[in-house]
């Protein structure tokens, strides 16, 4: 199946600077979602993005699916924004079933 | 109007153990997943059903089994819990042709 690397594993802001997480996979790009987990856990769908770039608010996203990486973007970042961050993209078989990445862990401190 | 919820958020039960957890979605989507979450964060599926058909992620144990009564529900059933089963497990919904998954809350199952 499928294999999807994130990087940073762990990263840590001063409140109000940018940064950018990355999203690589072994196989073409088929259904590619974004996730945010808060530090209560929940799961929060941000983008749906195959291929193409996607923008809400201070976040965006640009899926590259020839060259098998999507990239989140995140500017002036709050200290709202920590948690966790996820990509994942459904594998090629039966299901729809989603393969996650590591995450990406970040923190915003004030 | 939650989109996806569980229950119970939290299960605390001994070793040997059977216990389930409910899924209910009001998206009227057609298909259904549970996937674990462990002490690392990492998120593995374990199992997407539509009313067709049922896929098992081949790494799951036997011990675990989802029921669907409905389209709207998909229920995880544990059978003889070890320490290991300890986790979170979430449930998600989406529909075949589109399948942009939505989670629920997420059940924190914890085996002493």
């Known amino acids: 199946g499928i294999q999807v690397e994130q990087s940073p594993p762990d990263l840590i802001l001063q409140e109000g600077a940018n940064s950018t997480l990355r999203c690589n996979f072994s196989d073409s790009v088929n259904n590619l979602q974004w996730f945010h987990q808060n530090p209560w856990g929940q799961l929060i769908n941000l983008f749906y993005i195959p291929s193409g770039t996607k923008q809400n608010g201070r976040l965006s996203a640009t899926t590259v699916a020839t060259e098998r990486y999507s990239l989140l973007y995140i500017s002036s970042s709050q200290t709202t924004d920590s948690g966790v961050y996820f990509c994942a993209d459904m594998n090629n078989n039966a299901g729809n079933m989603l393969t996650f990445g590591g995450g990406t862990r970040l923190m915003v401190k004030p | 109007d939650t989109a996806v919820s569980q229950t119970p958020k939290y299960l605390v039960t001994q070793m040997g153990n059977d216990k389930s957890i409910k899924c209910e979605q009001n998206?009227?989507?057609?298909?259904m997943y549970w996937y674990k979450q462990d002490s690392k964060k990492f998120l593995k599926i374990m199992f997407s059903?539509?009313?067709?058909?049922?896929?098992i992620n081949e790494t799951v144990p036997n011990r675990f089994s989802p029921k669907s009564p409905d389209k709207a529900h998909l229920n995880l059933h544990i059978n003889s819990l070890e320490l290991g089963d300890s986790a979170v497990y979430f449930c998600a919904s989406s529909t075949l042709s589109r399948g942009e998954q939505y989670f629920g809350p997420g059940t924190r199952l914890t085996v002493t």
């Open positions: 059903y539509n009313n067709k058909e049922l896929i």
């Open positions: 998206l009227g989507h057609d298909t």
